[in-house]
């Protein structure tokens, strides 16, 4: 197993605590974006924080043991989660020299003080505490929920949710692109929140998109019905069926049939090209793994290709596109460099 040498245990114990300024809190963010590795590790800190009791028991907890058998459970844990620092003759050091106890007793002082052990992530209740859930920018993660439902993230992903989710009722955060299958429960419906948007359903498969970049929230519906609406104003809402794409930007909800056969190319693995442009060729496999396709001559992107692709490795992609054109290629990090006569 791996050890997590990145963690800022001093940060993410007053994060835990919920004593980090701004700039810390943006720190732990950009932490957990980093890897899964990461995110795995603040989960079973989180979890296991959350399992002291509450704050009004603080005072009977010995955070010391605390924090040790939080190492212990760690390091212990399943291969691939992320470990804690191995213990020193000094004592037990979890990164960037901070030994262990330490970190306790800071947590104790901050208890002993009266603050109260929640920490904030937007736009959720200030009550509760948390579990996050990110992606990494170049893959995928697939979660699934305390409630069964399973969520697929795309690239630069994030979903948080409360505690509570199983028990109050299951709302869900998200910033970036996901595909969720929920669970149906008549009793307790699913509700995401992304940006200005909220979606609601009973149970059914659909995919969300809220990229910061555009300020536009989609929602395309696989199977049954979802409710999208503006999370400020509830009475602004529409309902969406399988097929279907619905939209919010600024105060305007709308909803049109999909016409993308690739919308969910990004999941599935699965390119269909029939007589297509490869400008959009190229916003397909951009969704798919991550590259942008450059051409050297502009108008190679009026060039068509009639060609499916299922599960295949971005190289046989690039190659068979080139194959049909008589083009060359080049990978330069994340761009495809190809060159040619246009069309």
């Not at 002291?52 to 760690?74: A, C, P, T, Y």
């Not at 699913?190 to 659909?206: C, D």
């Not at 794409?245 to 909800?253: K, L, M, Q, R, T």
């Amino acid at each position: 197993m791996k050890r997590n040498k990145n963690a800022n245990w001093d940060i993410l114990a007053k994060h835990l605590a919920g004593e980090t300024d701004e700039q810390e809190q943006k720190e732990i963010s950009t932490w957990l974006q980093k890897s899964t590795s990461n995110s795995a590790l603040f989960i079973e800190a989180t979890g296991f924080w959350n399992s002291i009791n509450s704050i009004k028991e603080m005072n009977q907890f010995d955070v010391n043991k605390g924090w040790e058998k939080l190492h212990n459970r760690i390091i212990t844990s399943s291969e691939g989660s992320a470990v804690l620092k191995k213990e020193r003759k000094t004592g037990l050091d979890i990164g960037f020299g901070m030994p262990l106890l330490k970190v306790a007793a800071a947590i104790a002082l901050v208890v002993a003080l009266g603050v109260a052990s929640y920490f904030l992530i937007s736009g959720l209740n200030n009550d509760s505490v948390l579990t996050v859930v990110s992606s990494v920018t170049d893959d995928q993660t697939r979660v699934i929920l305390p409630d069964g439902s399973l969520v697929f993230l795309n690239a630069d992903t994030k979903i948080s949710y409360s505690k509570n989710f199983n028990t109050d009722g299951r709302v869900v955060r998200l910033t970036g692109e996901a595909y969720f299958d929920v669970s149906p429960d008549p009793e307790r419906p699913f509700t995401i929140y992304s940006g200005k948007a909220g979606i609601k359903v009973l149970g059914t498969s659909f995919n969300v998109q809220a990229l910061k970049s555009s300020g536009k929230v989609e929602v395309f519906v696989e199977s049954g019905k979802v409710q999208l609406f503006e999370a400020e104003n509830v009475s602004n809402t529409i309902t969406i069926e399988p097929g279907f794409i619905g939209s919010i930007e600024d105060a305007s909800v709308e909803k049109q049939m999909n016409t993308d056969e690739n919308y969910l190319a990004w999941k599935t693995r699965k390119l269909f090209f029939n007589n297509t442009d490869l400008a959009r060729v190229a916003e397909g496999i951009k969704d798919v793994f991550k590259v942008n396709l450059v051409f050297k001559d502009p108008d190679m992107t009026n060039c068509k290709i009639r060609s499916n692709f299922e599960n295949e490795t971005l190289e046989n992609v690039i190659e068979t596109i080139c194959t049909i054109h008589n083009w060359e290629w080049e990978k330069r990090g994340n761009k495809i460099i190809l060159s040619g006569q246009g069309c």
